[in-house]
């Protein structure tokens, strides 16, 4: 019986892990998308860093081959987050880009600093201002709230409450304006976004485990 192929880092050729399964989310997640507990408290496993060259990535074996000239000439970021980010705008891959600041904002709340959590944010919502997704609109917001970008999440806001929206994302507009108008720049859950239903599971928890979002953070299909 063949082995499996060796995996390797594609930029330096170091030995490298299997990308990470972080366990299925089973409560709410935040208004950002952040997953629930057990996923939230995974993070920091999120992304694979090369121990010999330092490349940040979710699968160091599955970068593109020009990630092997890119990576080197790369800034060194000190949050393997914003060392992925980088190398994602390298390769032209925008969603990614901020999907990793994202990220690296939700560690920076873990480590206490809410100036750096305030001013990654900002990046994305920079980075988000042109998509015409919903739900990318609606995680724009909360980065706006939450980094007290109060004129452009006011504005925002009202531009949503304004669409012919669903009821879920028109639950969680109505809700952000309260919290806008209140300046509160506090991480706040979808469930509080939404009253329960009589009889139903509440559709947060459906939420949470959809696998749109993350499929896309965790590479699951």
């Known amino acids: 019986m063949s082995k499996p192929p060796r995996r390797v880092c594609v930029v330096c050729g170091a030995p490298a892990q299997p990308r990470f399964r972080a366990p299925q989310p089973e409560t709410a997640p935040d208004l950002d998308m952040r997953p629930g507990e057990p996923a939230r408290s995974t993070l920091d496993q999120w992304l694979r860093v090369c121990r010999r ?10 970068l593109p ?23 994602c705008d390298s390769l032209g891959d925008a969603s990614g880009r901020a999907e990793a600041i994202l990220q690296a904002a939700w560690a920076a709340d873990d ?15 920079d980075l988000w201002a042109d998509s015409p997704a919903t739900e990318t609109r609606l995680r724009r917001l909360d980065a706006l709230r939450r980094s007290g970008e ?25 809700f952000q304006r309260a919290r806008i108008a209140a300046r509160d720049t506090a991480r706040h ?9 009589a009889h139903a599971p509440h559709v947060t928890h459906v939420q949470a485990r959809r696998p749109g979002l993350m499929a896309r953070l965790f590479g699951r299909g």
Request: aromatic share 2%; net charge negative; hydrophobic share 50%.
């Open 150 to 174: 109060w004129q452009k999440a006011e504005a925002l806001a009202e531009a949503l409450a304004g669409e012919p929206l669903d009821e879920i994302p028109r639950a969680v507009v109505t």
């Open 53 to 62: 060259c330092g490349t940040a990535a979710p699968d160091l074996a599955e």
């Open 111 to 125: 480590a206490g600093d809410e100036q750096a959590a305030a001013a990654l944010r900002r990046q994305v919502a």
């Open 189 to 197: 859950l979808i469930s509080s976004a939404l009253p329960p239903p």
């Open 65 to 87: 081959a020009a990630a092997r000239e890119i990576a080197p000439t790369l800034p060194a970021e000190s949050s393997p987050f914003l060392r992925h980010a980088a190398l």
